[in-house]
């Protein structure tokens, strides 16, 4: 049997119902665990770890995928919350700058999706844009909150980098959802594709790793996205 890579993805622990309970749980949207078992892999749901125990955690899988949810603390990057950005989740910020660090120390395959984008510029001392609205003048990438309905945009990556191999395609239709988006990229980060209007941040990579990419919209809504198996793929040959 072929085998298949143990893709871990951190996640955040959020207020969930299910049958007669109402509690706090680790929740990781179905779409992003189909799309890895889709592609031959397995998924693990990483709950927030002490920062000290990243290592022991990227020790046990063969690949790294960073999801969407709320915004990163400014604070990681020497700015003052703007009003509309969420409210910190300190405990999954500091254990997925920690992944982040250590796996691009050890070369680990790594994705980072819409958020996960973010993480992975701020950990790599990058800034962000709190609040795209502000800057472009327009919610292109975020119409409606909570939903995907109408989320479809172009973007353009540049030809040759890992972006556009992974995409398959230069000019790429995505959907999106978010209101915040990457400024400054961070050390060894280099931004390999753009908004197709706008002109803002839609993928970032790190040229020096055999797979570290970013992307700011959401592959795991689109069935017919071969970004996560993209992963799943670097992951198995990385741990054969």
Sequence with gaps: MAHRPLIGIPAPVVSA??????????????????AVRDAGGLAVALGPEPPQDAPAVLDRVDGLLLIGGTDVDPGAYG??????????????????????????????????VCR??????????GTLVQHIPEVAGHEHHRRQIGSFADADHEVRLEAGT????????????VKSHH???????GEGLVVTGRDGADGGVEAIERPASRFALGVQWHPEEDPDSPVIAALVEAARTAGA
Excluded at 17 to 22: I, S
Excluded at 162 to 173: F, I, M, S, W, Y
Aim: net charge negative; proline share 11%.
């Design 17 to 34: 119902r299910w049958g007669p309970w109402d509690d706090r749980a680790l929740v990781v949207p179905a779409g992003y665990l189909r």
């Design 79 to 112: 700015q003052p919350p703007h009003p509309a950005t969420d409210p910190p989740d300190a405990a999954r910020d500091a254990f997925e700058v920690a992944l982040v660090r250590e796996a691009i120390a050890r070369d680990l395959p790594l994705l980072a």
């Design 116 to 125: 996960g984008m973010q993480v992975f510029n701020v950990a790599c001392g």
């Design 162 to 173: 890992l972006a556009a191999r992974v995409a398959g395609e230069e000019a790429h239709v």
């Design 179 to 185: 209101h915040q988006a990457v400024d400054v990229p």
